[in-house]
């Protein structure tokens, strides 16, 4: 920094998306140039989530339905709702899957751009068993 007088200092970098260390430094400037007052930054990984409901088309949410990305998932809670953390910028397949469940839609893409997304919703449906018989003849 140039034609700074003498005196002290305290030094704090900053930019957007970066952590420094250190967080600042004290510099005593007396009659000539100081040199060496270097930080280290690191960029701040910025993540988001994707939120939504699984429901019957009554309403009722579906507990324990795993939702996932391929790389990353999250179950439903008790009223259904579910939120997969920690995703970076992309577009993302959303999978609903329970055992003895289908689901409409049966995957959902999903683009994280810069924000959280909501109402990544899903229907399901039980299943009520096949239409099959035996018989002995």
């Not at 270097?38 to 009722?60: E, K, P, Y």
């Not at 795993?66 to 953390?85: K, M, Q």
């Amino acid at each position: 920094i140039p034609n700074l007088a003498a005196g002290s200092y305290t030094l704090t970098p900053s930019a957007s998306g970066y952590t420094f260390s250190p967080a600042n430094r004290a510099v005593t400037i007396t009659s000539a140039n100081v040199t060496g007052q270097n930080f280290t930054g690191t960029a701040v990984a910025t993540t988001f989530s994707i939120s939504g409901r699984v429901a019957t088309s009554g309403g009722a949410g579906i507990s324990g339905v795993s939702v996932s990305t391929g790389s990353a998932s999250a179950t439903t809670n008790s009223n259904g709702d579910y939120t997969i953390a920690n995703l970076a910028n992309g577009t993302y397949t959303l999978t609903p899957s329970l055992s003895g469940y289908t689901f409409s839609p049966t995957s959902l893409s999903a683009t994280v751009s810069g924000a959280n997304l909501t109402g990544r919703n899903f229907t399901g449906t039980q299943n009520t068993g096949g239409g099959n018989a035996l018989s002995n003849g």
